[in-house]
């Protein structure tokens, strides 16, 4: 098992270190860890470099400081750890699409091994967690999301797509809140394409199966037509926010690709996908 989607303190939002994350993933026999803190590309510097601040952004500023810590905790854990649980030196970016500079500025660092593709929010709204989805109309949010993905996989410089679907989470699962996804299966067709076509994988994030909305992102039906459209990599994260949390519906996520015709998972070193046979 392999779990590349984790957080430690480092990320605003999240707890505990790096070094008990690798005991953690050592003690559960994974065969990969990666350490991906959140760094939102819309926000690399303080507040007062911005004209809008929504309810979310309170602690989401400063990203360009979060990303160079994070390499540096990485990196110096990497010096004292020991164990057979190979350790990845990555990021979750979020918003790439918001500020291109500062999303090419972190993905050409040297030192990274591994990059998550994710969006969050929208340009000039808030975070989906904070969204009001009573007062929105989700089909649109969800189609603006998807267009913002595509988008995203256009520029195409990561090496999986984070947490697709990502919104249902608030929508269906907090705020119970149906909607059918089948709507904009014309333009998730159109985003697996294009990761298909770069060689980019996506994840399996396992995270809603310890939340109200109870299914991975994304779920068994998209995955498989991730391998219709030709895709061929994916990788699994927990997306722990806790130490107790890795590990987390990796064995599930794992049935779930095998259940979509996948006969390999992958971890990524300097870019590189590794292939584990499943």
């Not at 809140?177 to 709507?183: E, H, T």
């Not at 076509?197 to 995955?223: A, W």
């Amino acid at each position: 098992m392999i779990d590349c989607h984790t957080h430690t303190a480092v990320s605003p939002d999240a707890e505990g270190d790096v070094l008990s994350s690798y005991r953690q993933a050592v003690s559960l026999g994974l065969k990969a860890l990666a350490v991906t803190e959140h760094v939102e590309a819309n926000r690399p510097e303080g507040p007062e470099n911005y004209t809008t601040v929504h309810t979310s952004d309170e602690h989401y500023f400063y990203n360009r400081d979060i990303f160079y810590k994070s390499m540096e905790t990485n990196l110096e854990v990497l010096k004292h750890i020991t164990g057979d649980t190979v350790f990845i030196n990555g990021t979750e970016l979020g918003q790439p699409t918001h500020n291109y500079e500062f999303a090419d500025e972190v993905v050409s660092d040297e030192r990274l091994d591994f990059v998550i593709g994710s969006m969050h929010e929208l340009k000039g709204r808030d975070d989906f967690a904070f969204l009001d989805y009573k007062k929105e109309d989700p089909e649109k949010i969800l189609e603006e999301y998807f267009e913002e993905i595509l988008a995203m996989c256009k520029w195409g410089k990561f090496d999986v797509l984070g947490h697709l679907t990502y919104p249902l989470r608030y929508i269906c699962g907090e705020q119970g809140i149906s909607v059918d996804i089948k709507k904009h299966e014309n333009i998730i067709r159109a985003i697996f394409t294009e990761i298909a076509s770069m060689d980019k994988g996506i994840e399996i994030n396992t995270s809603g199966l310890r939340q109200d909305y109870g299914k991975t992102f994304p779920d068994l039906d998209l995955v498989k037509l991730y391998r219709e459209c030709g895709g061929k990599i994916i990788s699994l994260g927990s997306d722990a926010h806790k130490t107790c949390d890795i590990g987390k519906g990796i064995k599930e996520g794992m049935e779930i690709a095998k259940a979509a015709g996948f006969s390999r998972i992958f971890y990524f070193k300097k870019h590189v996908p590794y292939g584990i046979s499943i």
